[in-house]
């Protein structure tokens, strides 16, 4: 199982850049045959979705142990909801900041949150729930690869060198 992160939608890109500092905007779960993701709610597709050109696998945590069967049972069992509201405060999360808080969590599920929820259920240490804020994406790309906007940071490397 591996951990996808998604980046180059221009506009969500773009988007989520502003707000959390990556382009990356999506994240969920291949196994190299489906996906698991969550939309409007969990969902699993065929693998792949994205073009291999927008996405980085990573491995899962040491000691995680996320699998199909557990996924294809929270496709099953898990009546969560977007958390449209929850995208939303990630564009004012820095005035939280600004004055000592946490955003809150204002209910339904995003993405991000779907994977580190998946995650702490499977063995991996709980990292986002101290101060009870919803992960994003670059949140995740930060705990699990140890860079923000891993994708730029690849194509920059490649420029480089090939330059």
């Not at 707000?19 to 699993?44: A, E, P, Q």
């Not at 929850?86 to 000592?100: E, I, K, P, Q, T």
């Not at 993405?111 to 986002?128: K, T």
Request: proline share 4%.
């Amino acid at each position: 199982m591996k951990i996808v992160f998604v980046y180059g939608k221009p506009f969500s890109s773009a988007l989520t850049k502003f707000f959390t500092g990556s382009t990356c905007y999506h994240v969920g779960f291949t196994d190299g045959i489906k996906f698991w993701d969550m939309n409007l709610i969990r969902r699993r597709r065929n693998w792949p979705v994205y073009a291999e050109a927008n996405v980085i696998l990573a491995d899962l945590p040491a000691g995680c142990s996320v699998t199909a069967e557990y996924l294809d049972h929270q496709l099953d069992t898990d009546g969560a909801v977007y958390g449209v509201w929850d995208y939303l405060l990630f564009s004012v999360r820095w005035a939280y900041h600004l004055v000592g808080k946490s955003t809150r969590n204002a209910s339904g599920v995003i993405c991000s949150e779907m994977v580190a929820n998946d995650l702490a259920a499977n063995g991996w240490p709980a990292r986002f729930w101290l101060n009870k804020e919803v992960p994003s994406p670059a949140d995740l790309e930060l705990a699990i690869m140890g860079i923000k906007d891993a994708m730029t940071a690849k194509r920059l490397q490649a420029a480089s060198v090939s330059g």
